[in-house]
Structure formats: structure tokens, C-alpha cells
């Protein structure tokens, strides 16, 4: 499904260039559950960025469903972006001003589907999430774990084909971080592919693999099942 | 998804109320002023503009050319605009208006009736007032025709049909007969009246007047065809004055020339005067201030969503994230900004109803009785108000819409650093315009004060200006009301400065020892006039009883005249011939330059005469101790002896200064104005202050945890806002200066522009920009550090 071949990324400030990614390559098949992991500042965001569609690499070539992405234009990588990945961030990342139900109707409204299918699908991940009785709370309302359930029902609710998820259970203590891991191995075993950043060895034993970076670059590949 | 954008933007407005409330009001109140303005402007230009026709009418004006000078008349010789209609097939309907005052006497009672106009018959076929009785083709058709407003024929007849009834009219032969009832006429029109009269009735006989053609007095208007170019048909004027009066103007040397001024012009553009006249450069004037405070308003918007960004950043990150394109959270934010334009509009509508009474009262004049009179201009604002959502929304929709979520999702996003020099850069033009404004009031008002205590060249003061019948009861009143203690003198004069005075056709000897022919302005005066106003003589003498021929043949000039004439001292002028209104004489004396009209003229020459048969005017100086009772005793004097004429009074300086009322009432709209457009400014400044601590408050935690003092802290917000204010002074000044320099132009005596109206302007604006700043910066430097450590 993925597959990135000697990819780079630079951040450049006043004189200094930084080498974020440095000639990266590896592959994600449809399915899987990888997780990345690695010490702060060796790369991982600015990976799942990319990989993401968020930020567009350097160097090197990116395939995603066979197509190359690298170089695509914000409004390609948008379409492609709310069709095919769903997020899940560390900070929930909900909009406040908007219920339960309204931030999860959000990437539907975006692909223009239409009210009434809005409705049955938003109700049927809200379910599944166990947060429909939260529907019409606002995000302040709600504990870590509950926002980041909804966090995910909102990743999900278009049924993506990847997860990216941006170390979910890091603002979260352990009975509700393993709620949420609880979900997206659900997901996972229902088909969807997901790629994890974290830093806890926890929970990186729920993927298939496990990435460890250093510096930009991959250093081990360890396969867990 | 628009629901989704409306909502979301309903409950940021309300999650912010305070900047919700700051930018609503802002704009509100913005929008406000932009509305009465334009009523103000749409009323002006909807001046005679109710008549269907008004685009084939005409004013007929004449330039008289006399060997000294070329006076620009707004008013024509009596023959003109019938003979004008009898030569010209392309003339198809004409009438004169002239304006006078009607004694009418009802039940032994005398009314007088000030606003009437006399007119030719067809004047309602011309103009389209409004009649409620009578046929607008016969009414006017025999003399002693009245067409009177509902109000009068209410006064006079009540409930009764007026139509047929007779009012009695002092020093008519005949009845008046009442032919026609009119609506009011509307504010807006510059021909106004109250009661309308046959022209027929000054013109048929004993009057020639419709043969003299050096005899100037109405106005003259004509209706044309359509098709009528009107440079071509005034191109056959001066034929047409050669042929009709040629010998005569040679023999008078006064050559007169005829113009066709579009009638729905001349209350706006024409320089001649005439009845009312407005002023274009006003219009201009309030037009440009009108779009100066919305996009004062605009700006507020501008900035305070700008600096707000930030804080929407995140939610732009989450919302391109899940699949929003730029231009659809382009479109969100700009219909935010719509929304809040939208709740503004709304608020603007409801502050002008309440505000138009008082609008009205500072214009001087009705210029709308009601906002939902005239739908069209809610609809007009309604869309001012959609087009600045949309325009002030877009500047704040580009940059929000083009955060890139990797950096705002992160939390690497610098804090609002972007647009700072924009928002600083509007902040400036906010203040350039309050501060050319308040530049701009404190030159009128200074103007307006010099106007009103210029030494004019006579005594206004504790005078008295009483209109009364010529004759026998004059004497006997004069007699009477100088016995009345606190009265010091009385005078007697056809005018006094400040009222309308005749000019006639005078020849008068000049430095060559030539009779020299002018146009000259005209005072008949008893011999007690010039001591009492106070006018000094500086050559000869003033009238005396002591020199009978005073009476018929000695004519006292001014300075003016004096130069006028070529001489170069006035003890010349002295002894020189005159021949004015079949008066033969000499000059007997020189008074020094007076302003007899508004300090917007220069002086003009002038000539006074003494002639008992002409002067309908009292002036009577009264002590300036119990005035009330003084005044209290001439009108018991007055109703005794005159039981059915109704005392009216005017004192001279209240008379003088009503020349002022138009810049006046200019002077006063243009403080409100500046007053508002400082204070949208002040609010903008407000929300960005209250910003910038917010965003600084790390920074002044850290700074009072190292010890720094509140003082040092209100220094530092405040300076950055004070420095924008400063900068703005710098470029408001000069065009202050422009912008005024022009202004006082058009005042033949005004005020040097001086460099402390620019300090004092500049002063305020600091002042009021401090108080603004420094309510923030104190709030904020007197918070306790820990807490806003901790915060972060």
C-alpha cells in the first residue's frame, strides 16, 4: 500500500539546515499495523506528516496505492488526503465549538455526503465507539479517554484505508490509553491499515512491526507477528 | 455545510462575547454614521428632483455687466421669461417666483404670512406640487388667486371647504380669493411657500412691469422639450436681448447676458444663489468622511480577527486535516465576517431610528423622518453592510486559510507574528483620520469664533430690529417707545446687516470727473442710523437734521465705493454727483467699511439715503440691563397702539450671526463625525491592546518575577500603540492642511492656520489613545506573575 524510497526532508533556518529524513525507504501493506518509534527530534513526525499527505518531502519517492505522491499540490493531496487517511493525535485535536456529533460529521461534510447518510454513519461510530451518549457534549465536556474516542470515531468515520496515528495514548492514563489501543487493534483486525508513532514500548507491542529511527534514518525492523 | 460555517461561527462570536461585543459595536456604530450620511447625501442630491419633468427645467439667470464690474445674478429682468416663451417655440411653458410676505387680517387680527411666492399661471403645470383642490391649469389665471398649503387653508378656514373664500389682505384693493388647496411642499425643494399667489396680480395694471426691462426682481423658470439642447437655444439669447432691449442696455451701459441653468442643479452647484442653496463640496465632504469611518470600522474588523488567528489556528489544522480545502475554510471565515457584519447591520438599523431625531436636529433640516420610510436604503445599507463582511472578511480568510496544519497541529506555530506590520499599518490609518478630523473640527470651530466677534464695523449688540408699517404710526411709535426707561435710540432703515438690501442703478462722479454707472448696493436710512450702529465716518459727514437738503439729494458711500470710483482718499469723494432711483445729488460723506453681509463675502460698495418713504425697519438699542422688561414694555407699547398688527422682533447680532447657521451646522455634524470615527478608532485599539497583553503575558510574568516595576510594564505595552499614534500625526498633519487651507478658502475673511491646532489635535489623540492602551496594560501589569507562569 505504501512504499517510500530514499526520502528526505530538510528544515532550513536562518543558516542552519537540519536533516529531518535522511534517504528513508520502507514499505506498509495494506492490513498491517506498524508501529515507529524512536527518541524525540529522530524524525517520526515529520515521517507521519508525509505520510499523511500533511507536508511534502524533499527527495525521494513516495508511492501510495501504487501512485506517486511526491510532488503532488496541496489541493491533490487534499482529495487524496480525506478519501483515504483518517488521523488520531496526542492532543485529540477536537474543535471545541463543535459537539461530539458535529466533530465527527466533519470529514463527511468535507466529501459531501449527504445529511441523512451523515447521520446514520456518524450514530453507527459513535456505537461502536461506546460515545453516543455523548453526542451532543462539546469536548471540554468530556475526559481524555472520551475525546479520544471520538478523536477516532472521526479518523474513522469516512472508513479510511490508513490510520496515522500521532502517539494516541500519550495524553492519556493507562486504563483509557489501552481503551484506545482496544480500538484501533478492532479497526485493524477489520482491515484497516494503521501506522503508529509512540514512545511507549506498550503499546508498540500491539503492531505487527516495529521501525526504531535514529537520526533521520531507519536503524532496526523488528517483526512481532 | 454553509449551516455547519454559521454555526460554528455563532458560537465562536459567543464564546468571545468581549471581542464579539467590541467588533459588533464597532461596526455597528460605523455603519451608523455610514447610513445617516447617506441619508444626508441621498437628501441633498434629491433636492427638486420630485418633479417629473425636472430634467427639461430651467433657471434663467442673468450676467449683468456694468463698466466697473460683472455681477453673476440668480434672478432676471421682469419681461424675461415671457418673453423668452413667446420667442421660442422650444420653450414651452414658463413662470417667474417671487417671494414676499402677505399682512393677511382675519377678525381685526393682522398675520403675517412670510413664506409666499407670487407666480405666473402656469407654475403647477411646470412643477409638480402636489394640488388637492383645483384644476393646476385655471387656478392661478386671475389676480388675487390664492393656492393655499392644508396647513394655512386649515388656519384660516378649518374645517370649511377654503375653495371660493376670500381672505383679506393689508394694502391689496382687493379680496384674495382662494382657488387651490396644495400638499406642504416637501423639505427638499428649494422653491418653498405656504401660500401661492398670481403673478397676475403684481403684473396687470397699473404695472408695467412686464415691460421693464432694467427692473430686476424674480426668479425666472422654463420648461423646455425634451429634445432642447439648451447651449443651442442659449446661443439665440443674445439675439433675441438685442433685439427685445439692445438701445437700452447701451444707453444704461449695463449689458446683460442670459444663461439656462439646469434647474435640478442650482440647489447644489450654482454659485448664483437663490432661494435655498445647498453645497456640493458638503456633499463631497460627508461623503468621504461617511467612507472614512466604515472603513475605520472595516479595519477594527480587519485587525482584531487577524490578531486573532492564532487562536483559530488549530481548529484550520484540524479542519484541512480531515479534508477542507482552502478555499472552502476561506469561504467559512469570510461568511463569519459576513455573520458579524450581518449582527451589526442589524444594530445600525435599530441606532439610526433612535439616532435620526437628534441627526436631524444637527443637520438643521428633516433629512429623513424615518429609516423605514424609504426601504430602498435599508436594502442600500443591507448591502454596504454584506459587501464590507466580504471585503474585510477576505484579508483574515487568506491568512487563516493558509496555515499549514503540520506547524499549527504541532504547536511549533509562531505566535502571530504574521501581519503585525499590516494590522500596525491599518492602526495608522485609523488614527490618521481621527486625527485629520479632529485637526479638521478645531480649524472650524476656531474659524466660526473669529466670525462671530470679527469686528464687523458696527455695533450688533443689545439692538433690536423690529419690522413696522411706513407712516404716520411709525412716528408714533417711535415716539412712544423711546419714552420707555432702558431704551437708549432709536433709528430708522429700509435694512440692517445681515437682512437683504436692494441694489440699484447709480451714477456716480467718478475720479475723472465722470458719472461712472454701477450696480450698487442700497440702504435707506434716517439720520439716526449710522451714530446708533456705530459706523465711523471718515470723510464729510454723517445725515443731520440740520441740513434740509440731506433728505433728497446726499448720499453717503463707503470705503469700497470710494475706491470703486478711483479715488484715492476719500475726503475727494466728497462733493461728487450722483444720480440713483431718480435722486439727484452729492456725496456728503465716507463711513468706513461695515460687513453687511456674512464674513464668507468681501465688502461690497455701498450706498446709504435718507428717504422716510422707504424705511420699514426699527432698530432700537436697549440698555444691556433688564432686557426682558425693556422688550416686555416696547410690545405693550406696540399692542396698544397697534391692537391688530402682531409685534415680532429680531435682535441684530442673532440676526447677523444666522448667516452662520449652514457652517453652523456643518461645524457641528463634522465634530460628531470626528467625535464617532476617534472612538470606532479607540475600540479597535482596545482589541488589539487587550491582544497583545494577552499574548505578552509570559513576558510579563517573567519581567515582574526579575523585578520590573508596574510602571516599566504599562510603558511597554503602551509605547508600540503611542509610537503608531505618533506616526500618524505625522502624516494626518499635512493633509489637514491641505484639506482646511482649501476649506477656508471660500471665506473671504478667516483664520491663519496655526501649528498649535495641530499639537492640540495631536495631543487628544495621544491622550485618548494612552487612556485606551493603558486600561489594558495596567490590568495586566497588576496581575499576579504566578498565575500567568502557570498558564503556560
Known sequence: MIQITDLEKFYKTEEVQTIALNKLSFGVKEGEFVAIMGPSGCGKSTLLNILGLLDDPDGGSFMFNGEEVAGYNERKRSELRKHNIGFVFQSFNLIDELTVFENVELPLIYTGVKPAERKKKVEEVLEKMQIMHRRNHFPQQLSGGQQQRVAVARAVVNNPKLILADEPTGNLDSVNGNEVMDLLIDLNEAGTTIIMVTHSEHDAKYSHRIIRMLDGQKVTENILA | ?792
Open chain 2, 1 to 792: 455545510m454553509i449551516k455547519n460555517y454559521f454555526k460554528i461561527a455563532f458560537r465562536n462570536l459567543f464564546k468571545h462575547i468581549g471581542f464579539t461585543a467590541l467588533n459588533i459595536s464597532g461596526l455597528a456604530i460605523g455603519m451608523t454614521a455610514g447610513f445617516l450620511v447617506l441619508l444626508y447625501v441621498s437628501f441633498e442630491l434629491s433636492y427638486d428632483k420630485m418633479h417629473e419633468k425636472s430634467d427639461s427645467i430651467y433657471r434663467i439667470v442673468a450676467d449683468i455687466k456694468t463698466p466697473s464690474e460683472t455681477i453673476e445674478a440668480s434672478i432676471a429682468a421682469w419681461p424675461v421669461a415671457p418673453a423668452l416663451e413667446q420667442e421660442f417655440p422650444e420653450i414651452l411653458k414658463s413662470t417667474r417666483v417671487m417671494n414676499l410676505n402677505l399682512t393677511v387680517v382675519k377678525n381685526n387680527k393682522k398675520v403675517i404670512e412670510e413664506d409666499v411666492v407670487a407666480v405666473d399661471s402656469s407654475f403647477f403645470e411646470i412643477f409638480d406640487f402636489e394640488l388637492v383642490k383645483g384644476d393646476k391649469t385655471q387656478i392661478l389665471k386671475q389676480p388675487n388667486s390664492l393656492v393655499l398649503s392644508e396647513t394655512i387653508a386649515n388656519k384660516y378656514f378649518g374645517q370649511d371647504n377654503p375653495i371660493g373664500q376670500n381672505l383679506e389682505l393689508e394694502g391689496f384693493d382687493d379680496l384674495g380669493v382662494v382657488t387651490g388647496v396644495m400638499k406642504e411642499i416637501p423639505e427638499n425643494s428649494q422653491i418653498q411657500a405656504d401660500i401661492v399667489m398670481s403673478m397676475i396680480t403684481f403684473t396687470a395694471s397699473p404695472s408695467d412691469r412686464d415691460e421693464q426691462w432694467g427692473s430686476y426682481d424674480p426668479s425666472h423658470y422654463v420648461l423646455t422639450s425634451e429634445s432642447v439642447n439648451p447651449k443651442d437655444l442659449e446661443s439665440k439669447f443674445p439675439a433675441f436681448i438685442e433685439k427685445r432691449t439692445g438701445d437700452q442696455m447701451r444707453q444704461s451701459q449695463m449689458f446683460v447676458t442670459l444663461f439656462l441653468e439646469p434647474f435640478s442643479d442650482v440647489y447644489l452647484k450654482s454659485s448664483r444663489g437663490g432661494n435655498i442653496t445647498g453645497n456640493i463640496n458638503n456633499v463631497y465632504i460627508f461623503s468621504i468622511i461617511g467612507i472614512f469611518i466604515l472603513l475605520i470600522a472595516s479595519i477594527n474588523y480587519i485587525n482584531l480577527a487577524t490578531a486573532r488567528s492564532v487562536e483559530r489556528a488549530r481548529e484550520v489544522g484540524i479542519r484541512k486535516v480531515v479534508g477542507a480545502q482552502k478555499n472552502q475554510l476561506a469561504f467559512q471565515f469570510i461568511s463569519e465576517s459576513v455573520v458579524v457584519c450581518l449582527l451589526a447591520f442589524l444594530l445600525a438599523v435599530g441606532l439610526t431610528a433612535l439616532s435620526l431625531p437628534y441627526f436631524n436636529a444637527l443637520a438643521g433640516k428633516t433629512v429623513s423622518s424615518g429609516i423605514f420610510t424609504e426601504p430602498v436604503n435599508i436594502l442600500y445599507l443591507f448591502l454596504i453592510a454584506l459587501s464590507i463582511g466580504v471585503v474585510a472578511g477576505i484579508y483574515p480568510a487568506i491568512v487563516l486559510s493558509s496555515f499549514r496544519p503540520v506547524s499549527v497541529l504541532k504547536g511549533s506555530f509562531s505566535k502571530g507574528s504574521k501581519g503585525v506590520l499590516l494590522r500596525k499599518s491599518l492602526v495608522v490609518v485609523q488614527f490618521t483620520i481621527s486625527i485629520a478630523l479632529i485637526i479638521g473640527t478645531i480649524i472650524i470651530y476656531n474659524q466660526m469664533q473669529y466670525m462671530r466677534n470679527q469686528d464687523l464695523g458696527f455695533n450688533k449688540e443689545h439692538t433690536l430690529v423690529i419690522p413696522t408699517q411706513i407712516g404716520n404710526s411709525q412716528d408714533a411709535l417711535k415716539t412712544s417707545i423711546s419714552a420707555i426707561p432702558g431704551v437708549k435710540g432709536i433709528a430708522l432703515a429700509s435694512s440692517v446687516p445681515g437682512s437683504g438690501n436692494p441694489a440699484a442703478y447709480s451714477e456716480i462722479e467718478n475720479q475723472n470727473g465722470d458719472l461712472q454707472v454701477a450696480n450698487l448696493d442700497l440702504y435707506f436710512v434716517n439720520e439716526d442710523y449710522i451714530p446708533q450702529l456705530g459706523m465711523e465716518v471718515v470723510a464729510g459727514r454723517a445725515f443731520s437734521r440740520d441740513f434740509a437738503s440731506d433728505s433728497t439729494q446726499a448720499m453717503i458711500i463707503n470705503e469700497k465705493a470710494v475706491s470703486l470710483l478711483g479715488y484715492t482718499n476719500a475726503k475727494d469723494a466728497i462733493g461728487a454727483r450722483y444720480q440713483q432711483w431718480g435722486s439727484n445729488g452729492q456725496i456728503i460723506g465716507v463711513v468706513k467699511d461695515f460687513n453687511f453681509r456674512s464674513l464668507q463675502q468681501d465688502i461690497a460698495p455701498i450706498t446709504m439715503r435718507l428717504d422716510p418713504n422707504s424705511t420699514n425697519i426699527m432698530t432700537v438699542k436697549i440698555a444691556s440691563n433688564n432686557i426682558t422688561q425693556t422688550i416686555g414694555a416696547i410690545e405693550k407699547t406696540w399692542l396698544s397702539m397697534m391692537p391688530a398688527d402682531p409685534f415680532e422682533y429680531y435682535f441684530l447680532d442673532e440676526l447677523f450671526d444666522e448667516q452662520y447657521e449652514a457652517e453652523e451646522d456643518f461645524g457641528n455634524l463634522f465634530l460628531s463625525f470626528a467625535l464617532l470615527a476617534i472612538f470606532i478608532s479607540c475600540l479597535g485599539l482596545l482589541g488589539l491592546a487587550a491582544h497583545s497583553t494577552i499574548q505578552r503575558k509570559k513576558e510579563i510574568g517573567i519581567r515582574k518575577v526579575i523585578g520590573a516595576s508596574v510602571g516599566s510594564i504599562v510603558n511597554l505595552l503602551s509605547k508600540d500603540f503611542i509610537k503608531l499614534v505618533g506616526i500618524a500625526f505625522v502624516i494626518s498633519a499635512p493633509l489637514a492642511w491641505y484639506a482646511m487651507h482649501n476649506w477656508l478658502e471660500d471665506f473671504a475673511y478667516k483664520i491663519d492656520i496655526e501649528w498649535w491646532m495641530f499639537i492640540m489635535a495631536g495631543v487628544i489623540a495621544i491622550t485618548i489613545a494612552l487612556a485606551t492602551v493603558s486600561f489594558q496594560a495596567i490590568k495586566s501589569a497588576t496581575t499576579n506573575p504566578v498565575k500567568s507562569l502557570r498558564t503556560e
